[in-house]
Nanobody, 121 residues
């Protein structure tokens, strides 16, 4: 059974950092594109970051470039999203996504349950 389980969300103040983790199971992480989407209240879901199959290509939405870093540990079957210099506009539910066997994150096949990130003073 393909499964993604996120953790690490919470409430932080502007300028602080959080690291989200996504434990994967049921598919070969080495041969999959994985990433993160988010959805803020009243807004459409958007892709935040993606790491390609093989890990050779990283993509970020413009609003997080230079602040967020996606990475993965194939041995631990875990995907991470390091979020620095957080802003109030980063407040959203963050979803881990995967496209088993694919090279990009577009239209992902597998979604986690989501973890809430709230940035507020």
């Amino acid at each position: 059974q393909l499964q993604l389980v996120e953790s690490g969300g919470g409430l932080v103040q502007p300028g602080e950092s959080l690291r989200l983790s996504c434990a994967t199971s049921g598919f070969n992480l080495d041969y999959s594109a994985v990433g993160w989407f988010r959805q803020a209240p009243g807004k459409e879901r958007e892709g935040v970051a993606c790491i390609s199959r093989g890990g050779t290509k990283l993509d970020y939405v413009d609003s997080v470039k230079g602040r967020f870093t996606i990475s993965r540990d194939n041995a631990k079957k875990t995907v991470y999203l390091q979020m620095n210099s957080l802003k109030s506009e980063d407040t959203a539910v963050y979803y881990c996504v995967a496209n088993p066997g694919a090279s990009v994150c577009y239209d992902p096949d597998v979604w986690g349950q989501g973890t809430q990130v709230t940035v507020s003073s």
